[in-house]
């Protein structure tokens, strides 16, 4: 055994992986089943059945599972998978365990993109809403990532914090000022609060690519992240270039976070609380921490979602607000063990 394979099996507990796996797909698989029957309207185990196997029948129940649910069930995966995904490849590549990927001001970046957007152009096609978060996530990453380089120290992990959370509050603030100005509140109210209400086929065909993409692309470099992750001193004594691979991380991240966004909106805590959760059963083994926390981040939406539907039908409950109200104790659970910076 080199040292790369012995580093890597000191970061893995491989006795609870097969648990961890089977408790997350029980979930995933209850969440799709339940997300499919209930709603605003609620449908018997049988009328499902029916549906399920003759898709082609024209009726309303037909209607409401293949054309709504469906469409918001797939975009809860999606969404949740690259979120949770992104937020394990930020902690991995800051060695912070609350960083997430508003970190690199990603949210803050698209929204004030679209905002600007909205207030020049007027009206968007989903195709435009997803370059213009992609141009926004992507020039907010670049200016992060520039104030937290120094030519002659180097990249380092607590500067890129600190400019992360500066240009996020300037570009959110900015992005306030405009709405304001140019009366915009009622146009991205919906998006600042994050749903998938809007959720259709055509904007998943769209979108799903740019995230299917990120997350092959994670798996790919997810050994990487692994030695990256473990100490820069190490990573180098190991061969890897760790300015260049953390350039290749950050711009996944990038692609996962602004398509996510650009589906449902602003949403926080996903990428904080479910990678941590995993690693404490996984390890920081990245080859198997990052398909984990997409699977669980996929099936935490789900549940997200349902609660969204049924706390208060036919009115939605924002689901930014559910996400915060479960992610705020983890947050202050997590600064209670002590996992800062």
Known sequence: MNQEEFLLYRLTKPKKIWLVFLTIASFFLLGCYLGLRFGAVSYSHEQLMTVLQHPLRDSAVQDVIFDLRFPRIIAAIMVGASMAQAGAMMQGITRNAI??????????????????????????HYSQILLICLLGSFLSAILVF?????????YHQLRLILSGAMVATLFSAIGQAITIYFDLSTTVIGWQAGGLVQVNWKMITIISPFIVLGLIL???????????NLNETVAKNLGQRTLLMTLVLLGIVLLQSAAAVALVGSLSFVGLIIPHFVRMFIGKNYRLL????????????????LICRIINPPVETPISAIISIIGLPCFLWLIRKGEHI
């Open 99 to 124: 960083a997430d990927p508003g970190l690199l001001g990603i949210n803050a970046g698209a929204g004030l993109a679209l905002i600007l957007a909205y207030a020049t152009v007027g009206n968007l």
């Open 146 to 154: 520039g104030l937290s380089y120094q030519s002659q120290k180097g």
């Open 218 to 228: 994670a798996q790919i470099f997810a050994h990487q992240l692994t030695i990256l």
């Open 290 to 305: 990052l398909p984990l926390t997409a699977f669980a981040g996929a099936s935490f939406l789900l549940w997200v979602d």
